[in-house]
Nanobody, 124 residues
Framework: QVQLVESGGGLVQAGGSLRLSCAAS????????MGWFRQAPGKEREIVAA????????YYADSVKGRFTISRDNAKNTVYLQMNSLKPEDTAVYYC?????????????????WGQGTQVTVSS
């Protein structure tokens, strides 16, 4: 069982930055692939970024490539999402998720554990 708690969301102006954190409970965090997803009002939840258990492999949605960076610190049981050059279209609830496999996963159905979400609002 893994419990995930996101933090770091908030209100920021376009062009600004935020860093989201996701703290995980459980001693097996380092064996889980992790992902960040987001859901904007009236839209389906979509993947933003994913990372393998070691951090050696990462994936980014085209919409955030070059602006967002996913990373993890297995010693701290934490995964991060650094978001730069934010745009109003990045406004959404951001969710952290964990998949009980070492290689990164893109599909939502492959993630077993989810956080409660943190709101990110980007004003124009």
């Amino acid at each position: 069982q893994v419990q995930l708690v996101e933090s770091g969301g908030g209100l920021v102006q376009a062009g600004g930055s935020l860093r989201l954190s996701c703290a995980a409970s459980g001693r097996t965090f380092s064996s889980y692939a992790m992902g960040w997803f987001r859901q904007a009002p009236g839209k389906e939840r979509e993947i933003v970024a994913a990372i393998s258990w070691s951090g050696g492999s990462t994936y980014y949605a085209d919409s955030v490539k070059g602006r967002f960076t996913i990373s993890r610190d297995n010693a701290k049981n934490t995964v991060y999402l650094q978001m730069n050059s934010l745009k109003p279209e990045d406004t959404a609830v951001y969710y952290c998720a964990a998949a009980p496999v070492p290689r990164l996963r893109v599909g939502q159905q492959q993630y077993d554990y989810w956080g409660q979400g943190t709101q990110v609002t980007v004003s124009s």
